[in-house]
């Protein structure tokens, strides 16, 4: 135990976030790479010569790679030193975004986007409890919520930068300009990321002791329909707010940015107050994307209501994201990275679902029938979160506090 400890306080920096903001600008990149591909499906697809929806399997492979490829990749590299995993992924993700520039043909560019897909299973399943470890003492809200900030800028920033590049340059030139900024953010992490010794070793044989937890099984229940019934909503949000919400394309843009600024201030927030009002935060998120999804037909009866339900929307998922984030770290003390690549698997799980689902809706009823669709799937992962994982949640918090580790006779 002491030893332990010893080593817990050498990885950390008192006073500093600085290795942190690294961890940030990277997760900026990753999520700006994730989404960059939605604003250069036409670009690709007339560039190919083929349709907009095969050209559309570049996101759902990508998707499904990350799902399927998060636990397996994180089992096999679980014992590699933090800092050293760090910056092998991101050498990965820089010489996949080159492939991607000077990709030949589709199927060359589909192999550089599966490379980038597994330093993204990776990257997620280590990046938010390697920012807690090296945090400064106290600080551990705050470095998580500075790594999601970096997803919301990418939202903000990165997606209308990339598009930009790629009308204007060709779409090569931005996943090349990516690659390089990639390159700019490995060399600072080179830099300024202490070496943390893996604490997250654990082997197929003790998976199962892992997953036992039913605060872990219940988040993780929960998050496979959550997320489903958001991305049945969300991946087509678009033609939603254009056909029935009668928005133009400026106007479009700007709902869209709106969620990238909201996730700042979420950010913000929960840095703050999260660790007084866990629940609060958990059942806002669980419980608003269930009634703001059933009420984003009503709401685009009106601009305004429009924009306002969007904004409630975007704080519920970045409550989600946050909230859902911070109990695996809690509840999965050991072998953190390998239970956050088991939630980062199921959450895109959840994205290709939600995905599907909602363009059977499309296709089969129309675009303005998303929310509900959504919405109903949300209901299930409410129900199953109040009835369910709140009170595992306690059960779970309570036997933290009365764990030895934390007796008065201990911290003497």
């Not at 961890?23 to 700006?32: E, G, K, M, P, S």
């Not at 705050?142 to 800028?153: M, P, Q, R």
Request: glycine content about 8%; overall charge positive.
């Amino acid at each position: 135990m002491e030893t332990g400890a010893v080593r817990q306080e050498a990885v950390r920096k008192p006073g500093s976030l600085i290795p942190v903001l690294g961890l940030t600008f990277a997760a900026f990149i990753f999520n700006t790479s994730e989404f960059v591909p939605i604003g250069l499906l036409t670009d690709i697809a007339r560039d190919f010569s083929i349709s907009e929806s095969n050209a559309g399997m570049l996101i759902t492979v990508y998707a499904w790679v990350v799902a399927i490829a998060s636990l397996p990749l994180m089992l096999v590299f679980a014992k590699t030193e933090n800092k050293k995993l760090m910056l092998s992924i991101t050498a990965l993700f820089v010489a996949s975004h080159i492939l991607s520039g000077f990709s030949k043909d589709f199927y060359m560019l589909m192999i550089s986007r599966i490379g980038v897909a597994c330093a993204h299973a990776i990257f997620w399943s280590v990046v938010t409890p390697f920012a807690v470890r090296i945090a400064p003492e106290g600080k551990e809200s705050v470095a998580l919520g500075l790594v999601v900030c970096g997803s919301s800028i990418a939202m903000i920033a990165g997606l209308p930068l990339g598009r930009t590049i790629g009308l204007y340059l060709g779409w090569r030139a931005t996943f090349l300009v990516i690659g390089a900024l990639a390159a700019v953010i490995m060399c600072v992490m080179a830099a300024i990321l202490p070496r943390t010794p893996s604490d997250n070793s654990i082997s197929l044989r003790k998976l199962p002791a892992l997953i036992k937890s039913p605060a872990l099984l219940n988040i993780y229940l929960v998050t496979v329909i959550a997320i489903t019934g958001h991305f049945t909503c969300y991946s087509y949000i678009e033609p939603f707010l254009v056909r029935v919400a009668g928005f133009g394309e400026n106007a479009v843009t700007l709902v869209l940015t709106l969620f990238g600024i909201v996730g700042l201030v979420c950010s913000f927030i929960f840095s703050k107050y999260y660790s007084r009002h866990p629940d609060r935060y958990i059942r806002f998120a669980v419980g608003g994307i269930c009634v703001f999804l059933l009420l984003l037909h009503v709401s685009a009866m009106n601009p305004l209501t429009a924009v306002a339900l969007c904004i409630l929307w975007a704080a519920a998922i970045n409550f989600y994201n946050l909230s859902f984030q911070s109990e695996i770290i809690r509840n999965a003390p050991k072998g953190t990275a390998v239970a956050m690549s088991i939630y980062s698997g199921i959450y895109n799980i959840g994205i290709g679902a939600g995905a599907l689902i909602g363009g059977y809706v499309c296709s089969g009823l129309d675009v303005t029938y998303i929310g509900y669709a959504g919405g109903v799937i949300a209901i299930v992962a409410a129900a199953i979160c109040f009835s369910k994982l709140m009170p595992a949640l306690r059960v779970g918090a309570a036997a933290r506090e009365n764990s030895p580790e934390n007796s008065p006779e201990n911290n003497k």
